[in-house]
């Protein structure tokens, strides 16, 4: 079958970095995706990997290892605002999205 | 990034009533959309898939009868929820697949439905 997992919930200080790590078990792999999604809101995009390495953009970075099956999104210098649940979703032979549950990430100051 | 837009945002409806969703990507052509639900503290659970001009593909345990899909254009797909009942009151969520390598989503805003 086909799974993703990551952590249900985080806590971090502003300020500090955390990671967010995602594994995955897919029936074909065509890129992984992060999303962030606020509560009562819709997703938003902030990366995807489908080559091996780090990919970095602002404060965020994501990486991947497909021979581990495993990513990790990492976000430096946390604001209050970052506080939201983020998700890791791959896309599998027939480039559809199969999504993990989501780590709920809260910033305490 | 591509915009997606849905309505109503929210909509409030007695049970047995019908109730329509819209959803448009506004500066692209989306042949393939996506309708999800998601409720509360939950993640997002895939409803079907909507391609333009033919049926839309749902996933299994989704009623085609009751979530009705329509995807006549190249901009717009239309999710119709019949005969509503409480518990189908959710956040419902649609996502228009962008033509390019990553073939990434992007999502609407959601429609929070109620019904009474």
């Known amino acids: 079958g086909q799974n993703i997992d990551q952590p249900t919930e985080m806590t971090a200080t502003e300020g500090a970095i955390v990671q967010i790590n995602c594994t995955y078990q897919?029936?074909?792999?065509?890129?992984l995706f992060w999303y962030q999604q606020h509560a009562g809101e819709a997703p938003t995009f902030l990366s995807y990997?489908?080559l091996d390495g780090l990919e970095e953009k602002g404060r965020f970075s994501s990486f991947l290892s497909r021979s581990k099956g495993y990513s990790y999104l990492l976000l430096k210098e946390l604001q209050m605002k970052d506080s939201a649940s983020y998700l890791c979703?791959?896309?599998?032979?027939?480039?559809?999205?199969?999504w993990g549950a989501g780590t709920k990430l809260i910033i305490k100051p | 990034g591509a915009v997606v837009s849905q309505h109503p945002s929210w909509v409030i409806c007695k049970s047995g009533t019908s109730v329509k969703i819209e959803c448009r990507s506004l500066?692209?052509?989306?042949?393939?959309m996506f309708w999800y639900r998601q409720f509360p503290k939950q993640s997002l659970m895939l409803m079907a898939t909507?391609?333009?001009?033919?049926?839309?593909?749902?996933e299994q345990g989704v009623e085609k009868d009751k979530f009705l899909i329509n995807h006549a254009s190249l901009t717009l797909s239309t999710l119709t929820v019949t005969s509503a009942h409480p518990e189908d009151s959710s956040f419902y969520i649609c996502?228009?697949?962008?033509?390019?390598?990553?073939?990434?989503?992007?999502f609407g805003p959601g429609t929070r439905l109620t019904v009474l």
């Open positions: 990997n489908v």
């Open positions: 897919t029936s074909g792999f065509n890129g």
């Open positions: 996502s228009a697949r962008v033509p390019s390598d990553y073939n990434e989503q992007f």
């Open positions: 500066d692209f052509q989306a042949t393939t």
């Open positions: 909507s391609n333009e001009g033919s049926k839309a593909t749902y």
């Open positions: 979703a791959v896309s599998d032979s027939n480039y559809q999205l199969i």
